[in-house]
């Protein structure tokens, strides 16, 4: 009877241990849930982070920069405005 007691009890932290390891291991690979959220932009060499946030102000600029006719040059503008006064 002890036996099957310790045996449960070592197949349950060796369960939970995998567990743990297996969230470390997602963790560190930033794969799942708790991950950290970034979009990348890039132009030519230059290459820029953004938040989920700031991918969300940058796409609603250029949204209505497009949607007012206004030349890509001026939408650039804005972006390079927008992200040096907030940080986008």
């Known amino acids: 009877m002890r036996t099957r ?3 449960s009890r070592l197949l349950v932290f060796l369960a939970a ?4 390891a297996g969230v470390g291991v997602a963790i ?3 794969v799942g849930p708790l991950a ?7 132009v030519g060499a230059v290459k820029v982070d953004l ?3 700031q991918a969300r102000y940058a ?3 250029s949204a ?6 206004l030349p ?3 939408v650039s503008i804005a972006l390079a405005a927008a992200f040096q006064e907030s940080k986008l």
């Open 17 to 20: 241990l995998v567990v743990v």
């Open 72 to 74: 890509a040059r001026a």
């Open 51 to 53: 938040s989920p946030d």
């Open 5 to 7: 007691g310790r045996t």
């Open 28 to 30: 560190f690979r930033g």
């Open 36 to 42: 950290r959220q970034h979009c990348t932009a890039q």
């Open 59 to 61: 796409s609603l600029i």
């Open 64 to 69: 209505i920069g497009v949607s007012r006719g």
